[in-house]
């Protein structure tokens, strides 16, 4: 699923500016680390961008949404590796090793104890070490990820901008109240252009970690488009 491409090295400079939530990066250029990051392992793939609807009512998650509202942080969102969202003793959920962060922008209770969230992904995140709370929580100490790399064949580019493009007009005919993502759109940014098509896509949980997982943006619209070329939609 992730073949290795040749590109060349024409590079297009993303124009979007980083949110208040971005953690910038030390100057000495080691990693920031973050030593108590609490994980929401879901059936899903969060992308920096990315809209993320949840209706909490595990009181572990509960407190969790409490304790980062009342702090103004992010916690982290992993693909789960192996077991279900709700832990077992006899079935430990394991999470995937990168992640998302993911800031809480909205939030209501639907009735006592059941919370209606809505998160917006930021960087990515690698676990470093977890271990799992008397609560059931699970905590990270995680490095944050740097930026994508941008290195994109800007024909690919256009294609695939083109695509994201007709798609979006054709969900919003259809239905405009029910966006898969929120504005702003940074059409001209390479990575929120990839990390778009790669949410929209119907590729498996797995393809989808592994797109995100990539460094560079420019391999990850080479994929996009490969997919969609295959598939007829470029």
Known sequence: ??????????????????????IPAN????????DALPLFPLHTVLFPDGRLPLRVFEKRYVDMVRSCLRDASAFGVCLISSGQEVARPDDPTIP???????????????QLGVLLIEARGRQRFRVLSHETHDDGLLV???EVLPDDIIDC???LLGECLAALR????AIHAESPDNLPFSEPYLWDDPTWV???LCE?????????????????AGMRIEIVHRYMRQHHIV
């Open 1 to 22: 699923m992730i073949p290795v491409m040749l590109r060349d090295t024409t590079r297009y400079a993303p124009m979007s500016s980083h949110p208040p939530s971005y």
């Open 200 to 216: 929209l896509l119907p590729v498996p949980l797995k393809a989808k970690q592994m797109l995100m997982e990539l460094p560079d």
């Open 96 to 110: 995937e090793s990168v992640g998302c962060l993911a800031e809480i922008v909205d939030c209501n209770m639907e």
């Open 140 to 142: 990270a100490r995680a």
């Open 153 to 155: 064949k800007l024909e």
């Open 27 to 34: 100057s000495d250029s080691t990693p920031v680390i973050l």
């Open 194 to 196: 990839a990390n778009r």
């Open 166 to 169: 007709r798609i979006v007009t």
